[in-house]
């Protein structure tokens, strides 16, 4: 007889596991299927230990201008293997967290591959990985309600399909035997980015082959426009408008062919190259298409409580969709097991997630961007406050850099923030906090900010947006 649960969650990353401990504190017996890594993607191979090493890289660059500080570090250098240890232990110390969370909240834990027969009932296979201890094993599983958080796995362009050796993607790029001399990015998503700002810091010639107009794509042009200069002052090399179209491998180096988008072409050989296109969910032997469930372009189709069109059936987190961002896929899990509960939770608002990028200077937003803004027919106000004309960025040496912000002109209604420069993926949650409550213009500029602080650029920049600018 098949073992039942209230609530069955397919995928234990962020998402998953935030999902299942939701549950479990609303009184739901819980259990949570896993195939591979307790913490899935994030947690083992994406948004923590690639963050231990941008980590590693931030402190080698400090060393390399000890003297900038009035500081001496002399022989200065790196053990490529030392940077990757310190990475995968963070990563195991994180996994380890994630099964006490599960025994803490009491949420079953079963390993293996899921797939949905009919709805509220599952199918577990053995999976290929070993099972953590106490872990429930293969076999049928009932759940009223059934959550899939199966997260996502690389892109794969045609005539780019990574080989593990010259050809990475994300997984390989996080543990290299060494560092690579030179290196082809393709992709300045946050990912691209985030690896091209990595391996630069090492000593790495870095190039970076993007098909549209700017890096950063999804972010406000100003600030990825001021990102790309400060990126290609470190001297990587950025080429935008361009497609890689051919790769020709030989031994120990790559050959790629760069199509340049105004009818010329040229070469580069590099050691190795990361692709870094994007990501595409995972819908694929779970069921969906014998159980009708609604899929468009890769990524599983939801409400706003994500609900999917069959009853019964969720998904939350980058199988249902863009953003795919790890806190958007949390939030998505608690709305959803909340309205489960009857709870009247409200549904997601996608202009309140905040995205960050992990580079060297870091790069964060929330809400619309100008152009936007500007499409949807808002008149607006923008307001700038450059990290120059703030004390406590001077005194750490991290002076370039800004902070822009855009209001509606009509209500004062903040539409968007927009950050590039050092510890900016910690500033924007202000704006977030500021947007979820309705927070407006006076109220802002009536705010006390500390001092010396990087935040106090926050309210500089709502200032300058209303010609009240004191420090600049």
């Not at 009184?27 to 591979?36: L, N, Q």
């Not at 290929?128 to 429930?136: C, I, R």
């Not at 290196?183 to 000593?203: D, K, M, T, W």
């Not at 899990?333 to 009247?344: M, Y």
Request: aromatic content about 6%; proline content about 4%.
């Amino acid at each position: 007889m098949a073992e039942s649960f209230d609530i069955i969650i397919i995928g234990s990353g962020p998402g998953g596991y935030v999902t299942a401990i939701r549950a479990a504190q609303l009184g739901f017996k819980t259990a949570i299927v896993e195939r591979a890594y307790l913490g899935g993607i994030c947690l083992n191979w994406g948004c923590i230990p690639t963050k231990a090493l941008l980590r590693s890289a931030e402190i080698y660059h400090y060393m390399e201008h000890a003297r900038d500080y009035g500081l001496s570090a002399e022989k200065v250098s790196y053990d490529a293997g030392a940077v990757v240890k310190r990475s995968r232990a963070v990563s195991k110390r994180l996994n380890d967290g994630v099964g006490f969370l599960m025994k803490k909240n009491k949420v079953a834990v079963i390993w293996g591959e899921a797939a949905i027969d009919a709805p509220g009932k599952v199918t577990v296979k053995a999976a290929q990985s070993e099972s953590p201890k106490g872990a429930l094993g293969p076999g049928s599983y009932e759940a009223k309600h059934i959550i899939l958080a199966t997260g996502a796995q690389p892109r794969v362009l045609g005539g780019l399909e990574p080989d593990g050796k010259l050809v990475w993607t994300y997984f390989e790029a996080m543990i290299p035997e060494r560092m690579p001399k030179s290196l082809l990015v393709v992709g300045s998503g946050a990912i691209g980015i985030e690896f091209a700002s990595f391996y630069r810091s090492f000593g790495c010639e870095v190039t970076v082959v993007e098909v549209l107009p700017q890096i950063l794509p999804a972010e406000d042009a100003e600030i990825a426009g001021l990102a790309r200069k400060a990126l290609e002052k470190q001297g990587i090399k950025i080429f935008t408008g361009a497609k890689v179209v051919k790769l020709d491998k030989k031994a120990d180096s790559v050959t790629a062919t760069i199509d340049d988008g105004k009818g010329a072409t040229s070469s580069l050989t590099v050691e190795r190259v990361i692709s870094a296109v994007g990501v595409v969910g995972n819908t694929e032997n779970l069921g969906l298409e014998k159980l009708g469930v609604k899929i468009d372009r890769g990524t599983i189709v939801i409400d706003g409580y994500c609900r999917t069109n069959v009853p019964g059936i969720y998904a939350i987190g980058d199988v249902a969709g863009p953003p795919m961002l790890a806190h958007k896929a949390e939030h998505e899990g608690v709305v959803c097991v909340e309205a489960i509960k009857g709870l009247k939770p409200h549904p997601m608002d996608k202009l309140m997630i905040p995205g960050c990028t992990y580079c060297a200077p870091q790069v964060a937003s929330v809400g619309l961007t100008e152009a936007a803004a500007k499409e949807k027919k808002f008149d607006i106000r923008l307001g700038r406050f450059p990290f120059v004309g703030n004390g406590k960025a001077i005194a750490l040496g991290e002076d370039q850099g800004l902070v822009k912000v855009i209001f509606d002109k009509a209500t004062g209604r903040l539409l968007g923030a927009h950050m590039v420069g050092a510890e900016v993926t910690e500033l924007i949650q202000g704006y977030v906090i500021a947007m979820n409550l309705e927070t407006t213009e006076e109220e802002l500029m009536h705010t006390i900010f500390p001092h010396p602080t990087l935040s106090e650029m926050m309210k500089e920049a709502v200032l300058d947006a209303y010609g009240r600018v004191l420090n600049m």
